[in-house]
């Protein structure tokens, strides 16, 4: 009796001590953050985004215009396909050492920017890295994540990937808040980010491969149409309640023609033909325009997708009509070369560039590049390409180096080459040392001789930026919008100064790397790593920058998904070993996710 009237004695000063305690450490001070893995951080602090009983649920439904027979893929045996990758010689000591080196610090700017994203933006699309808040710009879903997974996997980032895993459980592909949603940009960060990390892990996770269906069963949807192209801006509440949809008038060519790869591998994976049989409908439609529009070879930036009409006079390689082109070696590549509708087309494509698009620019220490430029055919049947160059289309020197093995065009590998050393160029003329998203620049009169010039570029700046003016002093005038533009020698306009983090040169470098073998091309790639990463990181993560012109230049409250997905994977994998993501072994889709090639080789 003594013994439990003092238990019971001690108890209640016992129960308040432990009360105050609770009270007192229950929120954390600044600082004393629990560990960075601690799984109960995430329950904590990273709820799922709220979910309502009233929203939108997409759901299989009777389709509107079924498909009577679906295209098959193709199912002989792979064809052989000429070696994409340099057959690299054992590196010396010294040369892994200053290789991996690189590579660390490579991995510790995405390490910095995932840490970032997983604290303040977990389960949402992308983090703003100057106000550790959050975006939504791709209907909801995760981006940043999902985009990023087989990045985690290349970095051996297995913890993290394990967490990642476990996250994408709980995302939910059948509904969002967004009115519409990109097909193009979620078929190519979504799907494409699930599958690649499906393929680089050889299907150890169905997970992935269960979500990539899900998503895509979805906005399969999209394409059920009165002609099976989809509508690409897709009202997808609509096709939920059993509306109908049509295809737009107004269709960006890259958005229509960049779906393949992503499409293609899902039925390789499936055996449901239902998904290449979308893609190819479109392929065939572009197939049969190639040759029919105002420059034969090529598409027009803007097609009437319903209508299947190619009217537009605009034709370039650069943004919204990009990776079209990219995808005609790619997909050819993916379907073990079973046909030769993206040879041909790709060889009709390089034709009307080589001859309409390609420009050398006037340079003063008279280096040999190339650039493509832009063509508006309401002008003169031969007029010059505008001089136009953006940061979207320095995919090109990789796409054409691609090509140029895959269809055994090794004539081009040298406009290959200088497409890429132009990007590359475009870089290191600037004053922070980052290319910016538009320039324009002083063209050569002649491909083969182009030497210095600084009068005609005086005139080409004043044709440019100062039209219609009447000084008597021109050269004075324009040396003086030169030094206000901030014009370094051959530029003629920064017409946009921003760098959006984007990937498209380093994607070039690290594939011509990949393929010469030139050492050369990793020095250059380190060069840049090291002026964006010193312009770009934030205490979160990293964010675009409003000039590139300008070293102290204000950074910008936003970091898109392929940040961590392509332009850090691509800066990565240039310092890695040549094996790791072997460009014979998988094919990289526009947002650079790896997918598995058919095995033959040559």
Same mark, same amino acid.
């Given at each position: 009796?003594?013994?439990?009237?003092?238990?019971?004695?001690? &108890?209640?000063?016992?129960?308040?001590?432990?009360?105050? @305690?609770?009270?007192?450490?229950?929120?954390?001070?600044?600082?004393?953050?629990?560990?960075?893995?601690?799984?109960?951080?995430?329950?904590?602090?990273?709820?799922?985004?709220?979910?309502?009983? #009233? $929203?939108?649920?997409? @759901?299989?439904?009777?389709?509107?215009?079924?498909?009577?027979?679906?295209?098959?893929?193709?199912?002989?045996?792979?064809?052989?396909?000429?070696?994409?990758?340099?057959?690299?010689?054992?590196?010396?000591?010294?040369?892994?050492?200053? $290789? *991996?080196?690189?590579?660390?610090?490579?991995?510790?700017?995405?390490?910095? &920017?995932?840490?970032?994203?997983?604290?303040?933006?977990?389960?949402?699309?992308?983090?703003?890295?100057?106000?550790?808040?959050?975006?939504?710009?791709?209907?909801?879903?995760? &981006?940043?994540? *999902?985009?990023?997974?087989?990045?985690?996997?290349?970095?051996?980032?297995?913890?993290?990937?394990?967490?990642?895993?476990? /996250?994408?459980?709980?995302?939910?592909?059948?509904? @969002?808040?967004?009115?519409?949603?990109?097909?193009?940009?979620?078929?190519?960060?979504?799907?494409? +980010?699930?599958?690649?990390?499906?393929?680089?892990?050889?299907?150890?996770?169905?997970?992935?491969?269960?979500? /990539?269906?899900?998503?895509?069963?979805?906005?399969?949807?999209?394409?059920?149409?009165?002609? $099976?192209?989809?509508?690409?801006?897709?009202?997808?509440?609509?096709?939920?309640?059993?509306?109908?949809?049509?295809?737009?008038?107004?269709?960006?060519?890259?958005?229509?023609?960049?779906?393949?790869?992503?499409?293609?591998?899902?039925?390789?994976?499936?055996?449901?033909?239902?998904?290449?049989?979308?893609?190819?409908?479109?392929?065939?439609?572009?197939?049969?325009?190639? #040759?029919?529009?105002?420059?034969?070879?090529?598409?027009?930036?803007?097609?009437?997708?319903?209508?299947?009409?190619?009217?537009?006079?605009?034709?370039?390689?650069?943004?919204?009509?990009?990776?079209?082109? !990219?995808?005609?070696?790619?997909?050819?590549?993916?379907?073990?070369?079973?046909? #030769?509708?993206?040879?041909?087309?790709?060889?009709?494509?390089?034709?009307?560039?080589?001859?309409?698009?390609?420009?050398?620019?006037?340079?003063?220490?008279?280096?040999?590049?190339?650039?493509?430029?832009?063509?508006?055919?309401?002008?003169?049947?031969?007029?010059?390409?505008?001089?136009?160059?953006?940061?979207?289309?320095?995919?090109? +020197?990789?796409?054409?180096?691609?090509?140029?093995?895959?269809?055994?065009?090794?004539?081009?590998?040298?406009?290959?080459?200088?497409?890429?050393?132009?990007?590359?160029?475009?870089?290191?003329?600037?004053?922070?040392?980052?290319?910016?998203?538009?320039?324009?620049?002083?063209?050569?009169?002649?491909?083969?001789?182009?030497?210095?010039? !600084?009068?005609?570029?005086?005139?080409?700046?004043?044709? $440019?930026?100062?039209?219609?003016?009447? %000084?008597?002093?021109?050269?004075?005038?324009?040396?003086?919008?030169?030094?206000?533009? +901030?014009?370094?020698?051959?530029?003629?306009?920064?017409?946009?100064?921003?760098?959006?983090?984007?990937?498209? %040169?380093?994607?070039?470098?690290?594939?011509?790397?990949?393929?010469?073998?030139?050492?050369?091309?990793?020095?250059?790639?380190?060069?840049?790593?090291?002026?964006?990463?010193?312009?770009?990181?934030?205490?979160?993560?990293?964010?675009?920058?409003?000039?590139?012109?300008?070293?102290?230049?204000?950074?910008?409250?936003?970091?898109?998904?392929?940040?961590?997905?392509?332009?850090?994977?691509?800066?990565?994998?240039?310092?890695?070993?040549?094996?790791?993501?072997?460009?014979?072994?998988?094919?990289?889709?526009?947002?650079?996710?790896?997918?598995?090639?058919?095995?033959?080789?040559?």
């Amino acid at each position: 009796m003594v013994l439990g009237r003092r238990r019971y004695r001690y &108890a209640l000063p016992t129960i308040f001590l432990i009360l105050i @305690t609770f009270l007192l450490f229950s929120s954390l001070p600044p600082g004393a953050e629990p560990p960075f893995d601690d799984h109960s951080y995430y329950a904590e602090y990273h709820p799922q985004p709220p979910q309502s009983d #009233n $929203r939108i649920h997409w @759901t299989k439904h009777t389709e509107r215009y079924p498909v009577s027979s679906f295209i098959p893929l193709p199912t002989p045996a792979p064809s052989a396909i000429p070696r994409v990758q340099y057959d690299f010689a054992k590196e010396s000591w010294f040369g892994r050492r200053k $290789r *991996v080196n690189r590579q660390k610090a490579v991995k510790e700017a995405f390490t910095h &920017a995932w840490k970032g994203y997983k604290q303040h933006a977990w389960l949402r699309d992308e983090l703003s890295p100057l106000s550790a808040r959050y975006r939504t710009t791709f209907a909801g879903w995760a &981006a940043t994540l *999902v985009d990023a997974l087989d990045t985690l996997v290349i970095m051996g980032m297995e913890d993290e990937f394990k967490d990642a895993l476990h /996250a994408i459980e709980s995302i939910d592909f059948t509904t @969002t808040d967004a009115i519409q949603i990109n097909v193009f940009e979620t078929t190519i960060r979504y799907v494409g +980010g699930l599958l690649g990390a499906y393929d680089l892990t050889d299907g150890k996770h169905p997970i992935l491969l269960k979500k /990539a269906v899900e998503l895509a069963d979805m906005i399969y949807d999209a394409f059920d149409t009165s002609n $099976r192209m989809p509508q690409s801006r897709w009202q997808w509440s609509r096709s939920a309640r059993g509306l109908s949809i049509q295809p737009s008038k107004q269709t960006i060519l890259a958005e229509l023609g960049s779906l393949n790869l992503e499409f293609t591998r899902l039925s390789q994976l499936t055996h449901d033909p239902k998904y290449f049989d979308a893609v190819q409908r479109i392929t065939d439609i572009l197939d049969d325009a190639q #040759n029919k529009t105002k420059i034969p070879g090529l598409w027009p930036m803007m097609v009437n997708a319903q209508d299947l009409e190619f009217t537009d006079p605009r034709f370039t390689v650069g943004g919204m009509a990009d990776s079209t082109y !990219e995808y005609l070696p790619k997909e050819h590549m993916l379907l073990g070369a079973q046909t #030769n509708q993206y040879r041909k087309m790709y060889a009709a494509a390089m034709e009307a560039i080589k001859k309409r698009l390609l420009f050398r620019p006037m340079t003063k220490d008279g280096e040999d590049l190339l650039f493509a430029g832009n063509i508006h055919t309401s002008l003169a049947s031969n007029s010059p390409p505008e001089p136009q160059w953006e940061h979207l289309k320095c995919f090109f +020197g990789g796409t054409v180096g691609i090509g140029a093995k895959v269809f055994n065009r090794p004539e081009e590998l040298s406009i290959a080459r200088k497409l890429t050393d132009g990007c590359i160029w475009a870089y290191d003329v600037m004053p922070t040392g980052v290319m910016p998203e538009i320039m324009h620049l002083s063209p050569c009169l002649s491909m083969d001789n182009c030497e210095w010039d !600084e009068q005609k570029w005086y005139q080409d700046v004043r044709r $440019r930026l100062a039209k219609g003016s009447k %000084a008597k002093d021109t050269v004075q005038e324009a040396k003086t919008i030169i030094k206000e533009s +901030g014009l370094q020698p051959g530029l003629t306009e920064i017409s946009d100064p921003r760098y959006l983090l984007r990937p498209e %040169a380093i994607e070039s470098v690290f594939i011509m790397y990949r393929i010469t073998g030139d050492k050369k091309l990793q020095d250059d790639a380190w060069r840049m790593f090291q002026s964006i990463d010193k312009m770009t990181r934030t205490k979160y993560a990293h964010a675009a920058i409003e000039d590139v012109r300008d070293l102290k230049a204000n950074q910008l409250d936003y970091m898109e998904s392929f940040w961590l997905a392509e332009t850090l994977k691509y800066f990565y994998l240039v310092f890695s070993e040549p094996d790791l993501v072997n460009l014979d072994d998988y094919v990289l889709n526009t947002e650079a996710h790896p997918f598995k090639r058919p095995s033959a080789r040559t």
